[in-house]
């Protein structure tokens, strides 16, 4: 009976360490001691409970821990939870805590939930932060533009830009920029008299365009606008001067031959016409004959009145032989 206590007393113990044993297991596992000992002495300290409840949501428990007590070491305000929300709608908040620690220490106002929000809207916020502290230089394509007399001028702009946080949610970017500021170099040369103006005053640009007001809406504040570069291209006045005169000449052309069409037709009409009434003649020539010859025989025409009448032809046909001598002969050929 003693050796049965005994082995249930042994068998209870064992059962117990192995309890135990697993305990201690499913605590370490579920329990980042090393983490929780981390943020401990760095002085941001973070309860068990919550580090569990982070290992049960399946979240990056140390880089939301890192990113921490990073921003407690660099003195902002900031709440693990909010990181932990913000990891969760797959935001970086590594970024972000950069982001925030930057401008903490530039002096520029900007709150964790405006960083959170500009960094959902897929804008690289500490991007953002960096260029309001050092404003970064935006190259224009080379943009073409005519002025009144003609003379292209192709221009290339740098553009200092400051991002501005207050806008960089909702705001436009560096294409808004560009497009606005080509715009207004189009404009400002389209309205200069000559291309020489703009050549001798090339700051002119720069002023007129700064003073529209290109950044309304956008996510940066204008700093400067400087021409960098601008060259004289073509002279499309002339050329489109040229263009219209090829034009009126090939239209003129046009007409022309039309006309010509027009009076070779009338003079193949004319011919054609021609050709009709000698056909009629011919024909009322061969009709002579016919009446003489039926006078011949009604009376009403002698034998000598004929025999006149062929003698003033055959005289006709001497003295018109005697004047033009060539066209008399057979075949009317002018032999000389």
Known sequence: MTSLLLALNVTGLVVGIVILVLALIV?????????WF?????????????LVGMRLRKIKIGMIVEAYIT???AGLDININELETHYMAKGDVIKVVN???SAHSANIELTTKTAMAIDLAGRDVLDAVKVSVNPKVIETPVIAAI??????????????????IARLIGGSGEETIIARVGEGIVTTVGSANTHKEVLENPDSISKTVLNKGLDNGTAYEILSIDIADIDVGRNVGAQ????QAEADKRIAQARAEERRAMAVASEQEMKAKTQEMRAAVIRAEAEVPKAMAEALRSGKLG??????????????AMRNAIVNPVSSKPGGEDKK
């Open 27 to 35: 605590f370490f596992i579920l329990v980042p001691i090393s983490i």
């Open 38 to 50: 981390r943020a401990l002495v760095s002085g941001a300290p973070i309860s068990m409970g919550k």
């Open 71 to 73: 921003g407690k070491k």
């Open 99 to 101: 982001a925030l620690i």
């Open 147 to 164: 002025a009144k007399d003609g003379i292209e001028l192709r221009c290339k702009a740098r553009v200092t830009v400051r991002a501005n």
């Open 240 to 243: 489109l001067q040229m263009d």
């Open 303 to 316: 034998v000598m009145d004929y025999y006149n009448m062929q003698n003033i032809q055959a005289d006709t």
